[in-house]
């Protein structure tokens, strides 16, 4: 069974930096390529960054392109998403998911997923 913990949340003010983490146990992480979605109140969850297995190949939303950064240690079976000059609309829940199939883009193309990290940017 794969679980899956974030961690990083907070609350933070327009322009700051945050460093999400995400921990994957449970089967062999290289085995999944790893995303990272957020829903905001009264909003779907929407795609924010994705990274196949080994790491070579990142995918961004347009609305987070030049201010975020996904990245996974394979050997430590974790992934991050480094975001900076965050701004009031970024706030949201932001959810880990690992999937082995489909396009990184779509929510159905994951299996897993985690509880999520609340992240709250203030003006």
């Known amino acids: 069974q794969v679980q899956l913990v974030e961690s990083g949340g907070g609350l933070v003010q327009a322009g700051d930096s ?61 992934v991050a998403l480094q975001m900076s000059n965050l701004k009031p609309e970024d706030t949201a829940v932001y959810y880990c998911a690992a999937g082995s199939s489909g396009s990184p883009y779509y929510r159905s193309s994951y299996a897993y997923w985690g509880q999520g990290t609340q992240v709250t940017v203030s003006s």
């Open 18 to 78: 945050l460093r999400l983490s995400c921990a994957l146990s449970g089967r062999s992480f290289s085995t999944y390529w790893m995303g990272w979605f957020r829903q905001a109140p009264g909003k779907e969850r929407e795609f924010v960054a994705a990274i196949n297995r080994s790491g070579e190949d990142t995918y961004y939303a347009d609305v987070v392109k030049g201010r975020c950064t996904i990245s996974r240690g394979n050997g430590k079976n974790t």
